[in-house]
């Protein structure tokens, strides 16, 4: 049975591990990636280990219209420390390591374009669409929409096209300010 302890200890550092050294959320649907990518664990497990880290205040876990994302906490890194090097061996810190070198930007760049959509009884739907580069906002759009299908269709756009949206955006605003600014140094 301890066998078994230790092998479950050690996939739950391998979670940790990785929300620590990847330094973004994940969703349920990209941790499940990892863990089916890399071998360590199948789909059950994973949400057994998700489950129990939450309940033991070692993972964050935000719930956004059908999605879950799950960042390390305070009490997930201090629990990675002490457990870290007896726990974990080189070889799996390598493999982890190169499964985020691998699919890092694909990961952030999921994270960084955020689009949801919330129940608003004054005004029906709200669909807040952003852009996000670290902990700065680049861009942030509030849309109240009338149906449920509408804001589910934005959602799905914004992740589409909101690089070319926000570059749009950007010209047209800041367009002005150039032409002005060429006639100042003139």
């Known amino acids: 049975m301890k066998n078994i302890e230790d092998k479950q200890d050690v996939k739950k550092l391998c979670i940790l591990y ?12 990209q941790l499940a990636d990892f863990a089916v990518e890399t071998g360590y664990m199948d789909y059950f497990a994973l949400r057994d280990y998700l489950a129990d880290m939450t309940e033991a205040g070692l993972l964050e876990e935000t719930r956004l219209n059908n999605q879950t994302y799950y960042n390390i906490t ?5 629990t990675l420390g002490i457990f870290k090097r007896a ?3 080189e070889e799996t810190c390598d493999r982890i390591n190169f499964y985020i070198s691998r699919n890092k930007k694909k990961i952030k760049a999921e994270s960084e374009i955020s689009a949801n959509w919330f129940y608003d009884p004054d005004s029906s739907f709200i669909v807040k669409c952003g852009i996000y580069e670290g902990d700065a906002t ?12 509408v804001a589910e ?4 756009k914004w992740k589409e096209s909101s ?10 605003l800041s367009g002005d300010f150039a032409a002005l600014r060429k006639c100042k140094d003139a």
């Open 18 to 29: 990785l929300l620590y050294t990847i330094n973004t959320q994940m969703s349920n649907s």
């Open 87 to 89: 726990k974990l061996s």
């Open 163 to 172: 690089s070319e949206i926000y570059a749009k955006f950007f010209n047209e």
């Open 138 to 149: 680049l861009m942030e759009v509030n849309v109240s929409v009338v149906d449920r299908d």
């Open 74 to 78: 305070e009490e997930g890194e201090t």
């Open 153 to 156: 269709h934005i959602c799905h």
